[in-house]
């Protein structure tokens, strides 16, 4: 039990002086993708190591949050020197301790290797994939056991919720927030600052402050990320907030989905109320805050602030005008304030360094950095950190390793299915805020999708549009109507049945939902049309007018044939064809039935020499 600022500064001496830096240390990936490669497996194997070897006492194994380089898990970094490990298997872990770790010994075949040019890198500084990143909000991920807070409290956890509460007044962290310039890092990009001095304003006699965890976007991980690996800067940066505005309670509004970041903030509740961080008399200063757990059931529109709002009140997640906003109005009638889970993962590290630090990284109108999750067709699959103002070129073939199988890249999805397809032209757009929204894209919360020369953006439009049908509410009229037309008129395209007269529809629909939508699920519901109508016109009108899918992915557009010259008659396309549409003998030369052909593609995908042809 901490009562005081000087009781803080104890601990963490105490705590640092009983941690030796030079121990050797094991740092086990822990987050969600790394579980998908079955890290589980690893943990345990090198726990009977070494116990069997008599290491326990002598080694440290740290199973921390997410590393970012989702793509090579299991990842494993020996300590202190960081050399870097990938693909790990449970067998590989007594000969790391033994070759490595007793004897320094790097291990080749465990080494990264680099695609660009072939070379084994040892150290994980070195990696292209870190080097290009600067990690602010994901600088502990890696480094702390995120179940621990004598870990967070050693890495100087809670100095600044301390320093907010015994140094400076409410006025005073709301000017420093206001002075960091930090915008929204939920999608919306609203001065952090001023929602915090709106909701400061507000008066009441009770006041809540919420962390809006609803990460729903496709392909999108950041949020969970960050609760995963350092619950404890979530919470530090909502205490913060709740001293600055004037409330005694939160939420952490977190959808059921993610079992591992609720299980983890579970535990750093407690444990951050046992050290009375967090609950009433907080370090003994007279301020009380505490934080509650609401789970949502996934609902994508429940990302919407008043949507949330509802949601936790046990009501159905559908969204209300505004204004009233919930810096007046919100969580039972009270003032609310809103943030994402990266906003308040910010604060900690401003109030510690200052808001001048902060603006050094950054674009004049977006300062410090953005988690973003890069997916798709891109060699690094991963979780990045980049300050305001990197390219998108710079991310996606410096950080990300470019495009698998030597293919062109096409597009970029940023903003999630509300965001907008950005072509190879603007792969030198600096990234921010304003620079996305003037090329008829958004930030979002930092999904990132990228795209090859093999798909299709006619039915990327169709796809983000049939998600975001099935996550409209349905409470207005243009949201539920008008994603439904578009989507209807989309699909023709994919079908070969559109016409000109459909594409005029579109372009006078979507700016029509725009507009008119009641909140921001249908109000940027028509950006993936708009966008990929923005770049690819063309595409669209080869459905329509050639009846045609230049990728080659619309089923009803294309068809698959085999290549007499080049079938060596193997069979293997007949074998693994679900439909029975190819025949022939062995080592004859083999033919598709186009009446049965379902144009899944198997066929294509099998043939060893590319005998499968598509058009």
């Keep these: ?294 789970k949502g059931s996934g609902a994508f529109v429940c990302g919407e602030e008043t949507a949330l709002i509802m949601s936790i009140e046990g009501r159905e997640g559908t969204p209300k005008p505004k204004p009233p906003f919930p810096a007046q109005k919100g969580l039972w009638g009270k003032p609310t304030l809103i943030n994402n889970v990266e906003t308040y993962a910010n604060i900690p590290i401003i109030m510690d360094r200052g808001a001048t630090w902060f603006t050094s990284f950054g674009t004049e109108g977006s300062k410090g950095t953005k988690v973003f999750s890069l997916v798709g067709k891109i060699n690094n699959t991963g979780l990045v950190e980049v300050p305001m103002g990197t390219t998108l070129r710079q991310i996606i073939f410096d950080i990300g390793g470019g495009i698998p199988n030597n293919k062109k890249f096409k597009a970029v999805q940023t903003g999630g299915p509300s965001g907008g397809c950005l072509p190879e032209q603007l792969l030198d757009l600096t990234i921010d805020f304003d620079k996305l929204t003037e090329v008829g894209s958004m930030m979002g919360s930092g999904g990132m999708i990228v795209m090859d020369e093999n798909t299709c953006m006619v039915d990327v439009a169709r796809y983000f549009l049939t998600f975001l049908q099935d996550e409209s509410c349905g409470k207005c009229v243009p949201c539920r109507e008008g994603i439904t037309q578009m989507l209807s008129i989309v699909t023709r395209f994919t079908k070969g049945q559109g016409t000109m007269e459909d594409l005029q529809l579109l372009r006078e629909l979507a700016p029509n939902i725009k507009s008119s939508a009641l909140c921001a699920l249908g109000q940027t519901s028509a950006n993936p049309v708009l966008a990929t109508l923005r770049y690819f016109e063309h595409e669209y009108l080869a459905h329509i007018q050639d009846k045609r899918c230049p990728a080659k992915v619309c089923k009803a557009l294309i068809k698959y044939g085999i290549d007499p010259e080049k079938c060596i008659g193997c069979t293997k396309c007949a074998r693994q064809c679900p439909e029975g549409a190819i025949s022939g003998e062995k080592k004859a030369v083999h033919t598709i039935n186009e009446s049965k052909c379902i144009r899944c593609g198997i066929c294509f995908q099998s043939c060893p020499k590319h005998a499968v042809w598509v058009e």
């Excluded at 069997?52 to 090579?72: A, M, N, P």
């Design 1 to 294: 039990m901490l009562r005081s600022a000087k009781d803080l500064r104890d601990l963490r001496k105490s705590i640092n002086q009983k941690i030796d830096y030079n121990q050797p240390r094991i740092t086990v990936c822990g987050g969600t993708g790394c579980r998908a490669y079955s890290c589980e497996k690893v943990i345990a194997a090198f726990k009977d190591n070494l116990a069997q070897l008599g290491l326990t006492d002598k080694i440290r194994l740290l199973v921390s949050g997410c590393h970012g380089f989702c793509e090579l898990g299991p990842l494993v970094v020996i300590g202190p020197q960081g050399i870097f490990y990938n693909r790990i298997t449970p067998e590989d872990t007594k000969e790391i301790i033994e070759e490595t770790i007793q004897k320094g010994n790097i291990i080749d075949r465990l080494l990264y290797k680099d695609p660009a040019t072939g070379n084994k890198i040892v150290y994980e500084k070195d990696i292209p994939f870190y080097k290009g990143q600067k990690r602010i909000v994901l600088k502990n991920n890696g480094h702390i056991d995120p179940t621990s807070i004598e870990d967070y409290i050693a890495f100087n956890g809670f100095a600044s919720l301390s320093k907010c509460l015994f140094e400076l007044s409410p006025e005073d962290i709301i000017k420093e927030v206001i002075d960091s310039c930090l915008r929204g890092r939920g999608g919306g990009g609203f001065p952090t600052g001023l929602k915090w001095k709106f909701t400061s304003e507000s008066k009441a006699d009770q006041k809540y402050v919420v962390c809006n965890a609803d990460e729903g976007d496709p392909g999108a991980y950041m949020d969970r990320s960050i609760m995963e690996g350092n619950p404890f800067a979530v919470i530090e940066g909502m205490t913060i907030a709740a001293r600055a505005i004037g409330s005694s309670k939160g939420y952490v509004y977190i959808r059921a989905e993610y079992p591992l970041a609720v299980h983890h903030l579970n535990l750093a509740l407690k444990s951050t109320r046992e050290h009375n961080l967090l609950g009433e008399d907080i370090l003994g200063s007279g301020f009380s805050f505490d934080i509650a757990i609401s």
